[in-house]
């Protein structure tokens, strides 16, 4: 139990930490809403991109696209069946800077999400995996400073997106025939 609160408390004290930045600069406020909000859809806009620009690479394009759905509609939410958590606006004070949304946040779509699609690109094109491992990153820490999800939920998604992706990827490349 003193494990279980010792990481609880660590969990909010970084949550505290992150969001504590909301409200004391427009500018970044804007960037944390556009990076909470829109980056995942212009990731997924460049990996579209970058199927039509280098069509050698479809299926990368779309095994990355079948992880991030399966990691975020599938993993993701069968885990929030079992183990709902509040966000952090239903529990806290807080500044929440977009949006609230009905549904648990352990762990993160967005994350799980972000890190299946960039662990499949990272696979196949290291380069272009980094940039996507990195814009993952980003919208991560975007979505606890605009409130909606504890740190502990980034960290769960990232572990299902990656798992996600990279077994997804396997087992395409092993049994798949696309």
Known sequence: ???????????????????????KWVWLDML???????????????LILFLLRFQKNWKMVVIALASGL????LITDAI?????????????????LIDRVNQNSFPSGHAS????VATVVYLWNKKWGLVFFGAAVLISIARVFAGVHWPA??????GVGIFSGWLINKLIKKYGRI
């Open 32 to 46: 944390g809403i556009f990076l909470s909000k829109y980056l995942i859809y212009l990731g997924a806009i460049i």
């Open 113 to 116: 999400f972000g890190f299946a």
């Open 80 to 96: 929030r069946t079992l183990r709902p958590r509040l966000r952090p606006f239903n529990i806290n004070d807080i500044n929440l």
């Open 70 to 73: 399966v990691a975020r509609f």
């Open 1 to 23: 139990m003193f494990l279980y609160n010792s990481l609880l408390w660590l969990d909010h004290s970084i949550f505290k930490f992150i969001n504590g930045f909301a409200f």
């Open 153 to 158: 939920d980034i960290i769960a998604g990232a």
